[in-house]
Protein backbone atom coordinates (compact mmCIF):
# COMPACT_ATOMS: atom_id res chain seq x y z
CA UNK A 1 0.00 0.00 0.00
CA UNK A 2 2.98 2.70 0.97
CA UNK A 3 4.14 1.83 -2.67
CA UNK A 4 1.05 2.38 -4.35
CA UNK A 5 1.16 5.93 -2.18
CA UNK A 6 4.62 6.63 -3.16
CA UNK A 7 3.98 5.88 -6.95
CA UNK A 8 0.71 8.12 -7.10
CA UNK A 9 2.79 10.86 -5.38
CA UNK A 10 5.82 10.64 -7.83
CA UNK A 11 3.08 10.90 -10.61
CA UNK A 12 1.15 13.79 -9.14
CA UNK A 13 4.36 15.58 -8.71
CA UNK A 14 5.56 14.98 -12.15
CA UNK A 15 1.78 16.09 -13.71
CA UNK A 16 2.53 19.13 -11.83
CA UNK A 17 5.98 19.59 -12.69
CA UNK A 18 4.76 19.01 -16.35
CA UNK A 19 2.39 21.83 -16.26
CA UNK A 20 3.92 24.35 -14.74
CA UNK A 21 6.65 23.87 -17.29
CA UNK A 22 3.73 24.65 -19.98
CA UNK A 23 2.26 27.33 -18.31
CA UNK A 24 6.07 29.57 -18.09
CA UNK A 25 6.78 28.27 -21.79
CA UNK A 26 3.08 29.69 -22.51
CA UNK A 27 3.60 33.04 -20.90
CA UNK A 28 6.66 33.65 -22.65
CA UNK A 29 5.61 32.85 -26.01
CA UNK A 30 5.98 36.57 -27.67
CA UNK A 31 2.42 38.72 -28.22
CA UNK A 32 0.64 37.99 -31.56
CA UNK A 33 -0.27 41.52 -31.27
CA UNK A 34 2.67 43.05 -32.47
CA UNK A 35 5.13 43.09 -34.99
CA UNK A 36 8.97 41.66 -34.46
CA UNK A 37 12.05 41.48 -35.74
CA UNK A 38 13.32 38.27 -35.58
CA UNK A 39 17.11 37.65 -34.68
CA UNK A 40 19.43 35.10 -34.73
CA UNK A 41 21.83 34.18 -31.82
CA UNK A 42 24.69 35.90 -34.53
CA UNK A 43 22.75 39.17 -34.23
CA UNK A 44 21.90 39.05 -37.39
CA UNK A 45 17.49 39.56 -38.60
CA UNK A 46 15.35 37.10 -40.43
CA UNK A 47 15.27 39.07 -43.95
CA UNK A 48 13.72 38.85 -47.20
CA UNK A 49 16.10 38.65 -50.07
CA UNK A 50 16.37 42.18 -51.31
CA UNK A 51 12.82 43.18 -50.17
CA UNK A 52 11.14 41.27 -52.76
CA UNK A 53 7.30 41.00 -52.18
CA UNK A 54 6.56 38.32 -54.84
CA UNK A 55 6.46 34.56 -53.59
CA UNK A 56 9.10 32.05 -53.93
CA UNK A 57 11.26 35.00 -52.29
CA UNK A 58 14.09 33.25 -50.48
CA UNK A 59 14.86 34.42 -46.32
CA UNK A 60 18.01 35.07 -45.48
CA UNK A 61 19.96 36.76 -42.20
CA UNK A 62 21.34 39.86 -42.93
CA UNK A 63 22.58 43.16 -40.23
CA UNK A 64 19.76 44.11 -38.70
CA UNK A 65 18.09 47.24 -40.07
CA UNK A 66 14.54 47.22 -38.73
CA UNK A 67 12.86 47.22 -42.25
CA UNK A 68 9.13 45.58 -43.46
CA UNK A 69 11.28 43.39 -45.25
CA UNK A 70 12.55 42.00 -41.47
CA UNK A 71 9.22 42.53 -39.52
CA UNK A 72 7.02 39.60 -38.81
CA UNK A 73 4.01 38.97 -37.23
CA UNK A 74 3.06 35.81 -35.30
CA UNK A 75 -0.28 34.46 -36.12
CA UNK A 76 -1.92 31.58 -34.22
CA UNK A 77 -3.43 28.89 -36.48
CA UNK A 78 -6.23 26.77 -34.82
CA UNK A 79 -4.18 23.94 -33.60
CA UNK A 80 -1.89 26.26 -31.73
CA UNK A 81 1.13 26.57 -34.08
CA UNK A 82 2.27 29.38 -35.43
CA UNK A 83 2.34 31.26 -38.85
CA UNK A 84 5.22 33.89 -39.41
CA UNK A 85 3.80 36.89 -41.52
CA UNK A 86 5.93 39.56 -43.18
CA UNK A 87 4.99 43.16 -43.45
CA UNK A 88 6.03 43.83 -45.99
CA UNK A 89 5.20 41.19 -48.43
CA UNK A 90 1.93 39.97 -46.77
CA UNK A 91 2.95 36.84 -47.31
CA UNK A 92 3.97 33.68 -44.56
CA UNK A 93 7.67 32.47 -44.19
CA UNK A 94 7.13 28.66 -45.64
CA UNK A 95 9.56 25.76 -46.62
CA UNK A 96 10.06 25.76 -50.22
CA UNK A 97 8.70 22.18 -51.28
CA UNK A 98 6.30 21.73 -48.21
CA UNK A 99 7.92 18.20 -47.09
CA UNK A 100 9.44 20.08 -43.87
CA UNK A 101 12.53 17.92 -44.52
CA UNK A 102 16.41 18.29 -43.29
CA UNK A 103 18.16 21.00 -45.65
CA UNK A 104 14.94 22.53 -47.04
CA UNK A 105 14.93 26.43 -47.66
CA UNK A 106 12.92 29.06 -46.43
CA UNK A 107 10.95 31.06 -48.51
CA UNK A 108 8.19 33.41 -48.53
CA UNK A 109 4.59 32.03 -50.53
CA UNK A 110 0.89 32.71 -50.34
CA UNK A 111 -0.84 32.47 -47.19
CA UNK A 112 -2.59 28.80 -48.00
CA UNK A 113 -2.79 27.29 -43.69
CA UNK A 114 -0.60 24.12 -45.11
CA UNK A 115 2.13 22.04 -43.31
CA UNK A 116 5.09 24.47 -44.64
CA UNK A 117 3.47 27.57 -43.07
CA UNK A 118 3.38 26.25 -39.29
CA UNK A 119 5.82 26.33 -36.57
CA UNK A 120 6.14 25.67 -33.02
CA UNK A 121 7.57 28.27 -31.05
CA UNK A 122 9.81 26.46 -28.34
CA UNK A 123 11.74 28.18 -24.76
CA UNK A 124 15.07 27.92 -25.08
CA UNK A 125 15.87 30.36 -22.42
CA UNK A 126 18.05 33.56 -21.66
CA UNK A 127 14.78 34.59 -24.40
CA UNK A 128 15.72 32.94 -27.15
CA UNK A 129 13.39 30.05 -29.39
CA UNK A 130 13.40 27.49 -31.06
CA UNK A 131 11.51 27.63 -34.65
CA UNK A 132 10.51 24.08 -34.82
CA UNK A 133 8.58 23.15 -38.03
CA UNK A 134 5.45 21.40 -38.09
CA UNK A 135 5.42 17.75 -37.68
CA UNK A 136 8.86 17.27 -37.93
CA UNK A 137 12.08 17.44 -36.20
CA UNK A 138 13.65 20.11 -37.95
CA UNK A 139 14.17 23.66 -36.78
CA UNK A 140 14.50 27.28 -38.48
CA UNK A 141 18.19 27.71 -38.57
CA UNK A 142 20.92 29.29 -40.32
CA UNK A 143 22.50 26.71 -43.12
CA UNK A 144 25.85 27.63 -41.44
CA UNK A 145 27.07 27.13 -38.03
CA UNK A 146 29.34 30.51 -38.35
CA UNK A 147 26.35 33.00 -40.27
CA UNK A 148 27.46 35.89 -42.14
CA UNK A 149 25.44 38.67 -43.59
CA UNK A 150 23.47 36.62 -46.53
CA UNK A 151 23.02 33.10 -44.74
CA UNK A 152 20.67 31.59 -46.08
CA UNK A 153 18.12 30.17 -44.10
CA UNK A 154 17.29 26.50 -43.62
CA UNK A 155 15.44 23.10 -41.97
CA UNK A 156 17.97 21.24 -39.52
CA UNK A 157 18.82 20.05 -36.81
CA UNK A 158 18.28 21.83 -33.38
CA UNK A 159 21.61 23.43 -32.65
CA UNK A 160 22.75 26.66 -30.53
CA UNK A 161 22.78 28.55 -33.71
CA UNK A 162 18.77 28.32 -34.47
CA UNK A 163 17.98 30.28 -31.70
CA UNK A 164 15.88 32.86 -32.07
CA UNK A 165 14.78 36.21 -30.37
CA UNK A 166 11.60 37.88 -30.93
CA UNK A 167 12.23 41.68 -30.66
CA UNK A 168 9.39 43.83 -30.45
CA UNK A 169 8.98 46.34 -33.39
Not at 23 to 43: C, F, L, M, W
Not at 86 to 112: C, L, P, T
Not at 138 to 148: C, E, K, M
Request: aromatic residues 14%; glycine residues 8%; proline residues 2%.
Amino acid sequence: MKKIALFILIALSMCFAEAQTSRVAQEKTPDINHAYIVVNRSGYALDIADGEKKAGTNVRLWERNDSEAQQFRLVKAPDGYFYLLNERSGKMMDVSGGKNNRGDNMQIWYANSGRAQKFELIYAGSGYYYIKAYDCDYYVSPQYSNPSRGTNVILWDQSGVAKWQFVRK
